[in-house]
C-alpha cells in the first residue's frame, strides 16, 4: 500500500498543485526558486495561490493561456504557498492569488495588479521584458542573487577570547560559521554570508569563526568540516539546516527570529501613540473593544485580556499589532470600523497600509476568535473600506486601574437651611 501512493505521488506530483507539468506553468518551491527565479536571467512572472482558493481555480486557464502565449518570452510560474509558506512569507504574501513579476531587479519583485485575463498578464510579461531591455541597453546590469553585495562590516569576526562574551553571553540571536581560509566551499558562501549579514542586521547577527586559528572553540563544537554553520540562543545552541545562498539564509535565520519573539503585549488604547504603534508598524493590528467596565468588572475584563494574550502569542509569528479599548471610550474609532452594531465584546483585524478591515462576526471566544484570526492569516474572508479613508483620531485617557467599576456617588443636599413655608405656591397646578 505504501509503494502504490509513492507511485501516485511520483505520477501526479504533489497532489495540491493546480497545475500540471503540460500547462507550460513551472512549479516552483524552495529548492528551485533561487536557481530558476532569482539567479536567471529570465523575467519571470510568478503567482502565488492556495489550492482551496476560489479565485485561484478561476484564474487557472487564464494563466495557463499566458504561460503558452510568452513561451520563449518570459517564464511563468507558480507557488504553492499553502505548502510552501516559508517561501510565500519571504515575499509578504497574505491574499490568493497574488502575482509578482520578477524582471530586471529580482530583489525588488513588481506585484502585477491588473486585469485577471490572459491579455492582460501577457501585456504585464512584454512590458517587463521591454524595460529590461531598455535599461540593460542603457548600461544597467540585472540584479540577481549570484553574488554578495552586502557590507562586510556586518559580519562580526568571532575568536576563541570574545566568543563568550558576544555570542553565548548576549541576548542576541546568533548564526556562526566556522570556517577555514583553504576551503572552497568557505570561499563561495562568503559573498552570500556577508549579504545576509546586511539584509538580517537588527534581527539576527551573523558571525564567523577562523576555525584553523581559533581551536578551542571550534573543538567545543565538535566542528569537523568546513563551513559548519551553527544557531546560537542565549548559549543554547543548533545546527543550520539550511541552505547556502543568502535568500536561504535570511529565510532560515527570519524563522528562527519569528520563533523567538516574545508573544505581544495586548494593549490598551490611551492616546494616538498606542494607536499608530499597533497599526501603523505592523501589516496587520487586531482590535478589541470591551464592554463598559460597569457591565464587565475586572475578573470579567481579565478574562478577555488574558484570551487574547493567548491568541497573541499563537500568532506571534506573524508580527501582528494587538490593542483594545472599552466601549464607547474612542467612538469615532468603532464608527470607522463598524464596531458595536452588534454588541460588545467586539474585534476588527485592520490592514492600516490598504485601510483596509475585517470585522469579527462568529462568537468572541477562543474558538471563534481563532477561526476568524486563521482565515486572516490566509487572506480569507471579506473585508471593507476604513470610513474615511483614514485611522481616525483618538483622544488621550487615563488607562485602566484594574480595578472594579463603581458608580458615582450621589451628592448629599442638605435642607436645613430651607424654609419650606416660604417656598412660592404660584406654580401649583390650578382646578
Known amino acids: 500500500m ?24 513551472i512549479d516552483l518551491t524552495p529548492s528551485n526558486f533561487q536557481r530558476e527565479v532569482i539567479n536567471s536571467d529570465a523575467v519571470w512572472i510568478v503567482e502565488f495561490y492556495a489550492p482551496w482558493c476560489g ?50 531587479d529580482k530583489k525588488k519583485p513588481e506585484d502585477y495588479n491588473g486585469q485577471r485575463s490572459a491579455q492582460g498578464i501577457v501585456d504585464a510579461g512584454l512590458k517587463a ?3 529590461k531591455v531598455n535599461a540593460q541597453l542603457s548600461g544597467k546590469k540585472s540584479s540577481g542573487s549570484g553574488g554578495g553585495s552586502g557590507n562586510a562590516d556586518d559580519v562580526i569576526e568571532l575568536t576563541d577570547s570574545n566568543f563568550e562574551k558576544l555570542v553565548l553571553k548576549s541576548d542576541d540571536l546568533w548564526l556562526v560559521e566556522f570556517f577555514a581560509p583553504w576551503c572552497g566551499h568557505c570561499k563561495n558562501l562568503a559573498p552570500h554570508w556577508q549579504k545576509a549579514a546586511t539584509e538580517l542586521k537588527g534581527k539576527i547577527k551573523l558571525g564567523a569563526l577562523d576555525a584553523t586559528v581559533h581551536s578551542v572553540t571550534a573543538s567545543r563544537y565538535g566542528v569537523q568540516g568546513y563551513p559548519t554553520i551553527k544557531f546560537f540562543n542565549k548559549g543554547d545552541v543548533e545546527d543550520y539546516d539550511g541552505g547556502r ?48 467596565i460597569l457591565d464587565c468588572q475586572s475578573k470579567c475584563r481579565n478574562t478577555y485580556i488574558d484570551m487574547l494574550t493567548k491568541l497573541g502569542d499563537k500568532y506571534k509569528q506573524k508580527m501582528w ?85 463603581a458608580l458615582p456617588e450621589e451628592e448629599d443636599i442638605d435642607l436645613s437651611d430651607i424654609d419650606l413655608d416660604d417656598l412660592d405656591d404660584s406654580g401649583k397646578d390650578e382646578l
Open 2 to 25: 505504501r509503494y502504490l501512493a509513492v507511485i501516485c505521488v511520483l505520477l501526479v506530483g504533489r497532489a495540491s498543485a493546480l497545475y500540471s507539468s503540460s500547462s507550460g506553468v
Open 55 to 104: 479565485h485561484c481555480q478561476q484564474l487557472v486557464p487564464e494563466y495557463q493561456k499566458a504561460a503558452q502565449a510568452l513561451k520563449g518570452v518570459v517564464k511563468v510560474g507558480a507557488v504553492n504557498a499553502d505548502e510552501d509558506k516559508s517561501l510565500a512569507g519571504q515575499y509578504g504574501i497574505r491574499g490568493f492569488p497574488t502575482i509578482k513579476i520578477f524582471g530586471l
Open 129 to 131: 521584458a521591454r524595460d
Open 245 to 292: 545562498t543568502s535568500s536561504d539564509i535570511v529565510t532560515w535565520a527570519n524563522d528562527k527570529v519569528a520563533l523567538n519573539v516574545p508573544p505581544p503585549e495586548i494593549k490598551e488604547i490611551v492616546g494616538e501613540h498606542t494607536l499608530k504603534e499597533a497599526c501603523k508598524e505592523h501589516p496587520i493590528c487586531i482590535i478589541a473593544v470591551l464592554p463598559h
Open 321 to 405: 499589532g494587538w490593542v483594545w479599548s472599552e466601549a464607547m471610550a474612542h467612538s469615532d474609532l468603532e464608527q470607522a470600523l463598524d464596531i458595536g452594531g452588534f454588541g460588545y465584546p467586539a474585534l476588527a483585524a485592520l490592514n492600516a497600509k490598504k485601510m483596509q478591515f475585517a470585522l469579527l462576526k462568529g462568537s468572541f471566544s477562543e474558538e471563534g476568535i481563532n477561526e476568524f484570526l486563521r482565515d486572516i492569516s490566509f487572506g480569507r474572508g471579506r473585508t471593507s473600506p476604513v470610513r474615511g479613508a483614514q485611522l481616525p483620531s483618538v483622544k488621550e485617557i487615563e488607562p485602566w486601574d484594574g480595578k472594579d467599576g
